[in-house]
């Protein structure tokens, strides 16, 4: 089956410092995968995905993620991180079920000012 | 304005009771989900639907049915409410394979 796994539950990062956020797969075939960002009381935002091609992905608000093949992982990252980044994270696989997500159970990030 | 809405946005609800959840998309996307959201466990798929008129089983369908009557709509019911469906129910849409999924703003459903 086709599973992502977000090893930390919370990342904790001070404003203006760089962030990643962690996700390891488990997948057969070559992988669809996505990072999702929901903000409190919200639904969930698209930031990117990698499909295939170059291994570092730009998406929305200054995020990318690097596709790691032989280390089966698909980090997040930004820079410079801001107060107004601090949401859930979800990394997410494309399932063996149409084209519905297997999602990790998200990453809380809080960037202090 | 594009997007998905869902309805009711929360709702207290007997155990034992029928509910129906709603979920309508404006984009014409093929494919429609729902997904509950627990603390600790993330988002768990309960049904899909890649086009009109076929649908799913996802990884917790149990206790959940769907319908896909046309392309917009894709209601979600629970025959009979019991306390642990308590959760956030998310729809989501996408137009293929490989696409984002765009989500609705969530139900919060409370069985008593």
């Known amino acids: 089956a086709q599973s992502v796994a977000q090893p930390e539950d919370q990342v904790n990062v001070a404003e203006g410092n760089p962030l990643t956020v962690k996700c390891t797969y488990s997948v057969s075939g070559n992988p669809y995968l996505f990072w999702y960002v929901q903000y409190p009381n919200r639904g969930l935002q698209f930031l990117l995905k990698?499909?295939?091609?170059?291994?570092l992905v730009k998406g929305s608000y200054g995020f990318e993620a690097e596709f790691n093949k032989s280390q089966t992982s698909f980090h997040l990252k930004k820079p410079s991180a801001l107060v107004s980044d601090s949401a859930l994270y979800f990394c997410a696989v494309q399932s063996n079920s149409g084209y519905a997500l297997n999602f990790g159970k998200g990453t809380s990030l809080l960037v202090t000012p | 304005i594009a997007g998905i809405t869902q309805a009711p946005t929360s709702q207290i609800l007997a155990a034992g009771r029928r509910m129906t959840l709603r979920c309508t998309q404006d984009?014409?996307?093929?494919?429609m989900y729902w997904y509950r959201q627990d603390l600790g466990l993330g988002l768990r798929l309960i049904h899909y639907s890649n086009t009109a008129g076929t649908t799913g089983k996802g990884e917790v369908p149990d206790g959940y049915s769907v319908s896909r009557a046309n392309t917009d709509d894709f209601p979600l019911t629970l025959a009979s409410a019991v306390p642990s469906q308590t959760s956030v129910y998310f729809c989501?849409?996408?137009?293929?394979?490989?696409?984002?999924?765009?989500f609705g703003p969530g139900t919060r459903l409370t069985v008593l």
């Open positions: 989501a849409s996408s137009d293929s394979a490989g696409g984002p999924q765009y």
């Open positions: 984009m014409r996307h093929n494919a």
């Open positions: 990698y499909i295939t091609g170059d291994n």
